[in-house]
């Protein structure tokens, strides 16, 4: 089956720099990634995604890349505010199915 | 803005004791998922729905867990008897995405948090 490994497990960034997340995945066959961000005690949000036929995708603060050669895609936020504080999930979907492997997160701290 | 409706959002028991879980996914949406999230792990699908018919339940421990949607709709998860270990969040996401089609993004509800005792 699939596997999404996630890095880093933790990220701290000053307020105004940016930040990069990395996810690597096993299954060649998978076509669909987003990217969740969770607050504390709710569930994940979908902030940003990306189909295996585009390589970058970009939503104001927030882009995405995806290297299908390598089987590894990024999140990007730039210019961090303290909002973007949270825990961040990537997410790989394979399958007839679209069977859906997460990350195992990244928890994000914006410093003021 | 339409969203998927978890009940209850917090659930004290027992272990040996038997919970109910309850989804109502946004209207029109033809796959649910039901997940259980460890504290600081990503969420792991127990159960996947397309409209009232199991396609993916290969990681719900069924001596203990079952799940239903019976008219295709809102779904249960349940969980009888509890242990400890069965201490989570468990959320459950819905989708569009209908048999064939690509799929769509997933939408998840506010999960239930499980304290076993």
């Known amino acids: 089956g699939e596997n999404v490994e996630q890095h880093p497990s933790t990220l701290s960034v000053q307020e105004g720099d940016s930040a990069v997340i990395k996810c690597t995945y096993s299954d060649s066959a998978s076509n669909y990634f987003p990217w969740y961000k969770q607050e504390l005690g709710k569930g994940p949000q979908l902030i940003i995604d990306?189909?295996?036929?585009?390589g970058e995708k970009k939503d104001q603060r927030i882009a995405v890349t995806l290297n299908k050669t390598a089987k590894h895609f990024s999140l990007h936020i730039t210019e961090t505010q303290p909002e973007d504080s949270a825990v961040y999930f990537c997410a790989a979907y394979s399958g007839g199915y679209q069977k859906v492997t997460f990350g195992t997160g990244t928890k994000l701290q914006v410093i003021p | 803005e339409a969203e998927v409706a978890q009940s209850p959002r917090y659930k004290i028991t027992e272990k040996s004791q038997a919970v109910a879980f309850w989804c109502d996914p946004i209207s029109g949406h033809a796959t649910l998922y039901w997940y259980r999230q460890i504290l600081g792990q990503g969420p792991e699908l127990l159960v996947q729905f397309q409209d009232e018919s199991v396609v993916d339940d290969s990681q719900l421990p069924k001596d203990r867990f079952s799940a239903e949607r019976l008219k295709g709709v809102d779904s249960t998860l349940k969980i009888q008897p509890a242990e400890l270990g069965d201490s989570a969040m468990y959320l459950c996401a819905s989708s569009l995405a209908a048999r064939g089609h690509i799929k769509e993004t997933q939408y998840f509800g506010p999960g239930t948090r499980l304290l076993v005792l």
């Open positions: 990306i189909r295996s036929n585009v």
